[in-house]
């Protein structure tokens, strides 16, 4: 919870502004309204011939289990930028990014998870500092009981499924709490 303004430091109040339907942190004192919007994790769903890049988390959420190169986006970076900085911090590889691919809107933690397609430059990649692992799989070797997120299932089954039917689209979907 938010309890100063950001502006003046004065404490703040939860209410619903005038003109707002909602309730927000407002400062009585100076009337700033400071908005709390949902975060934007940014990832790739990035390939090397017929293998799909994954990496084995590090750090928590869900250490030790796998992902695809994602983060949280950036102020002053695209989500394309996003993608590829994420992929390259967290797997080492550089990708060529093909086109959006899947939003999953998780709306009780307040976070849209946004992955695109896209290829890997070359074959090499490494751990970065927030994976144990890099691995290269293909799709009968995807570890999926031991996958870190549901978004990250979700999209991985989008994408075998464009894949073999040889046509990809770009999906929408809201994940509920478990």
């Given amino acids: 919870m938010i309890q100063y303004c950001n502006h003046c430091a004065a404490t703040v109040v939860f209410t619903i502004p005038p003109g707002d339907s909602l309730a927000r942190h407002v400062c009585p004192a100076c009337g700033h309204i400071q908005y709390e919007n949902p975060r934007l994790v940014v990832g790739c769903v990035a390939e090397w011939e017929g293998r799909i890049l994954l990496c084995r988390r590090a750090i928590e959420p869900r250490l030790g289990y796998w992902t695809l190169p994602a983060g949280f986006m950036e102020n002053g970076e695209t989500t394309a930028q996003a993608a590829a900085r994420e992929t390259l911090?967290?797997?080492g590889a550089r990708i060529a990014m093909d086109a959006p691919f899947a939003m999953i809107s998780i709306a009780h933690i307040n976070q849209v998870h946004l992955f695109y397609r896209g290829r890997m430059s070359s074959?090499?990649?490494?751990?970065?500092?927030?994976?144990?692992?890099?691995?290269l799989c293909r799709p009968e070797d995807i570890p999926w009981t031991d996958l870190a997120f549901r978004s990250v299932s979700l999209c991985l089954e989008y994408y075998l499924a464009d894949r073999a039917s040889g046509r990809y689209g770009f999906h929408e979907a809201a994940l509920l709490p478990a």
Avoid at 123 to 135: K, Q
């Fill in 89 to 91: 911090e967290e797997a």
């Fill in 123 to 135: 074959p090499d990649f490494a751990a970065g500092e927030e994976s144990l692992e890099v691995s």
